[in-house]
């Protein structure tokens, strides 16, 4: 009995076992000289992704209400997502279903993430967070990379698309 109790810390302690996967923290950020309502209207809409050049489509079975799903098509890969919260001209928060095909796409686990247009000076401020576990067998840097590389994208793309206009 004692061997189990030894066994049992040896585990918790080492980080093994239910409840113990690492939070994993994602923040990017991007300085834009277009005021807020300007970036707002291009990335504000939980149900158009299309300034992200990963996404080939976008599809939303409830609009930018709270509540609706969207399906990103990757070009092959489809990830669905749920609106969770949303302030007007603001931000809003979605979360990754947890669904077996979701992290064959991208690597994570219990996933929330927040998008938010902020005042700075006359232009404006995104910024990008998140929130995760990284899926069995994928180490903590990994999937923290995986993830700042989707934002990095989808911020220069827009940087791009608003120094066009």
Do not use: C
Not at 39 to 53: E, K, L, Q, T, Y
Not at 122 to 135: I, M, R
Request: no cysteine; charged share 20%.
């Amino acid at each position: 009995m004692k061997t189990f109790f030894i066994a049992a810390a040896f585990l918790a302690a080492s980080g093994f076992g239910a409840g113990a996967a690492e939070k994993v923290q994602v923040m990017e950020t991007v300085k834009l000289g277009a005021p807020p309502a300007k970036v707002w209207a291009r990335i504000g809409n939980f149900s158009d992704m299309s300034w992200h050049p990963a996404v080939k489509s976008t599809k939303a079975t409830d609009g930018d209400k709270v509540g609706s799903q969207r399906s990103l098509d990757l070009g092959g890969p489809i990830l669905v997502e749920s609106l969770e919260k949303s302030e007007a001209g603001k931000s809003y928060t979605y979360k990754i279903l947890d669904n077996g095909e979701n992290q064959k796409v991208l690597p994570v686990s219990h996933y929330s993430s927040t998008i938010q247009v902020k005042p700075d000076g006359e232009g404006s401020e995104v910024v990008w967070t998140s929130e995760f576990e990284p899926v069995a067998g994928t180490a903590p840097e990994a999937a923290k990379k995986a993830i700042a590389g989707v934002y990095r994208g989808g911020l220069d793309n827009i940087t791009k698309a608003l120094a066009a206009n």
